[in-house]
């Protein structure tokens, strides 16, 4: 059975950093491109990044780019996302994403101050 579970949200303020982890169970992590996506407060799904499984390609959408930065460890089977630089409109709960079919609880971070 495939599991994600997503950590690391929280409040902070703009400006602040956080990282988020998923933690990936029931399939062969490596092997498989992984995403982060988005959904703020009353608004649909925002994708926001992508890692290849070997981690040799990443893309970020435009409101991220340069401020977030997406990492996977495969020994771990985790998934991370930093973000840096936060502002008010990131909030949003955040998930990860096996090829969108399958996808963890979410973890929810508030930029305000």
């Known amino acids: 059975e495939v599991q994600l579970v997503e950590s690391g949200g929280g409040l902070v303020q703009p400006g602040g950093s956080l990282r988020l982890s998923c933690v990936a169970s029931?399939?062969?992590?490596?092997?498989?491109?992984m995403t982060w996506v988005r959904q703020a407060p009353g608004e649909g799904f925002e994708w926001v990044s992508a890692?290849?499984?070997?981690?040799?390609?990443?893309n970020y959408a435009d409101s991220v780019k340069g401020r977030f930065t997406i990492s996977r460890d495969n020994a771990k089977n985790t998934l991370y996302l930093q973000l840096n630089n936060m502002k008010p409109e990131d909030t949003a709960v955040y998930y990860c994403?096996?090829?969108?079919?399958?996808w963890g609880q979410g973890t929810r971070v508030t930029v305000s101050s």
């Open positions: 029931g399939f062969t992590f490596s092997g498989y491109t």
């Open positions: 890692i290849t499984s070997s981690s040799d390609y990443t």
């Open positions: 994403s096996l090829a969108f079919d399958y």
